[in-house]
């Protein structure tokens, strides 16, 4: 059996599935590396080998580190996502090395997806989907003149920063919640208190203002096929542990025009939020989501082990069940070392 050395470097703790789903192949042996600065991360328990990563001082100097990671050891297959961008943009020094990543290679198209203004705009401009209404700021004044726009129809309004990941930034501005000891903030956060925070940062980056959608959020996992079957398996998220995999065709179709559109040749991720039965894009995740789980068990498909033996030249079949599931999961207790 061949062996390919695969290496996922900060994942998220997710991961642990993305590699049993990788592993479960017929001819190839991986073998895989992780990494992390949190040395009991928990999907160390499902790697061949583990090494606990330094913190660094600039993103180019984790690049630096990651090209002697994968000549150290020795590394086949790279998969990353801390800095993926940054990674992205210099391909070509793992090329040179015969080192295959799982990034997309135009990093134009990357980076502006990693965008939310210009993926916004992208979208508009493809004429695929529905785009929320935003505006786009970077001073206080302009957030609170954005803030008007956006409550002329009494919306409820948020914001959060352009380039994000995880929802790190994103906030509710609710009124409601001051004053209040009973109520827990979370991720919301007053109107006067919203312009303090950005009044003493004076120029940030670029922050969208945009209404608060509140109906069902979608996540769907997403390949691209070239003979035109893409992979696009949607999942309604819920409150709790479950989730619905659900193939409505506006989102299918959605997903699909985007494929077909930009041509992605690695796992991506389409985040929706609907509002008046209108499915509204959030943004696009150019990587597997944390999820992917979820739709691999319940369509009966390994979008992981299809996308890695791509990059090593190898097509794979990709059919998959689409009928209606709802999935859940349980804490499950493992020895990490």
Not at 100 to 112: F, G, I, N, P, Q
Not at 207 to 217: I, K
Request: with cysteine; charged share 25%; aromatic share 12%.
């Amino acid at each position: 059996m061949r062996a390919v050395r695969v290496w996922l470097n900060h994942w998220f703790s997710t991961a642990y599935h993305i590699i049993r789903l990788l592993k479960a192949d017929e001819l190839i042996n991986f073998i895989v590396i992780g990494s992390n600065t949190n040395a009991n991360c928990v999907y160390r328990a499902v790697c061949n080998e583990w090494v606990t990563e330094p913190e660094f001082d600039s993103i180019d100097a984790y690049v630096d580190y990651c090209l002697e990671f994968c000549r150290k050891h020795n590394i086949d297959v790279f998969l990353p996502r801390r800095n993926m961008l940054a990674v992205s943009r210099r391909l070509a020094e793992f090329d040179a090395m015969g080192i295959k990543v799982l990034v997309e290679r135009d990093y134009l198209t990357m980076s502006a997806l990693c965008d939310k203004a210009k993926t916004y705009q992208m979208f508009k401009e493809s004429g695929i989907g529905y785009v929320p209404p935003y505006c786009v700021v970077t001073s206080a004044e302009e957030y609170k003149a954005a803030y008007r726009f956006i409550k002329l129809d009494d919306n409820r309004v948020c914001l959060k920063l352009a380039i994000d990941e995880g929802a790190a930034s994103f906030r509710v501005v609710d009124n409601r919640i001051e004053g209040s000891l009973k109520k827990r903030s979370g991720s919301k956060i007053t109107y006067e208190d919203s312009v303090k925070v950005l009044s003493k940062l004076g120029e940030f980056p670029d922050l969208l203002v945009m209404p608060y959608l509140s109906g069902e959020e979608v996540s769907v996992d997403c390949l691209y096929m070239p003979d035109g079957g893409h992979i696009a398996i949607p999942r309604y998220k819920s409150q709790g542990r479950s989730e619905t995999i659900r193939f409505e065709k506006e989102i299918v179709d959605v997903c699909h025009m985007f494929l077909d559109r930009f041509k992605l040749n690695y796992p991506c991720n389409l985040q929706f939020k609907y509002d008046k039965d209108v499915p509204y894009l959030l943004e696009v995740n150019t990587r597997m989501s944390g999820g992917i789980q979820f739709s691999c068990v319940a369509a009966g498909i390994n979008i992981p082990n299809i996308a890695v033996n791509r990059l090593l030249g190898i097509e794979k079949q990709a059919d998959y069940d689409r009928e209606t599931r709802v999935v859940s999961y349980v804490e499950t207790p493992v020895i990490l070392w």
